[in-house]
C-alpha cells in the first residue's frame, strides 16, 4: 500500500510563490511516474505536471513557465515549485503515482491566491 503525503499549501497573494512536497512511503524510484493534479471549487480534477524515470518533466499549458516538477530519490519525495501564481491556480493540488495497476492519491492540500 503506497501512501503519499502533501504539504505546504496556504495563502499567497497573486504573483508570488510556492513549494508543494509529496512525501512517498516508499522509493519514488520504485513508480514509473508521479504527478501532480488540482481541483478547483466546482471544476474537475486536472493534470498540473508529470515526472518520470525516462523523459523530461511535463507540464498543462496553463502551467508551463511558471511552475517546476522535481523528485529526490534520497527523501522519497516529489515537488512541484509554482511561481508567479495567479487567482486561477487556486485548487486543492494532489499528488498521484500508478504502482502495479493501482492509482494512488494523497489527501490533497490546498492553495489559495488572493488577487
Known amino acids: 500500500q503506497v501512501q503519499l503525503v502533501e504539504s505546504g499549501g496556504g495563502l499567497v497573494q497573486a504573483g508570488g510563490s510556492l513549494r508543494l512536497s509529496c512525501a512517498a512511503s516508499?522509493?519514488?524510484?520504485?513508480?514509473?511516474?508521479m504527478s501532480w493534479f488540482r481541483q478547483a471549487p466546482g471544476k474537475q480534477r486536472e493534470w498540473v505536471a508529470g515526472?518520470?524515470?525516462?523523459?523530461?518533466?511535463n507540464y498543462a499549458g496553463s502551467v508551463k513557465g511558471r511552475f517546476t516538477i522535481s523528485g529526490d530519490v534520497a527523501e522519497n519525495t516529489v515537488y512541484l515549485q509554482m511561481s508567479s501564481l495567479k487567482p486561477e491556480d487556486t485548487a486543492v493540488y494532489y499528488c498521484?503515482?500508478?504502482?502495479?495497476?493501482?492509482?494512488?492519491w494523497g489527501q490533497g492540500t490546498q492553495v489559495t491566491v488572493s488577487s
Open positions: 498521484h503515482t500508478n504502482h502495479d495497476g493501482t492509482d494512488y
Open positions: 516508499e522509493n519514488i524510484n520504485n513508480f514509473g511516474a
Open positions: 515526472v518520470s524515470r525516462t523523459g523530461p518533466p
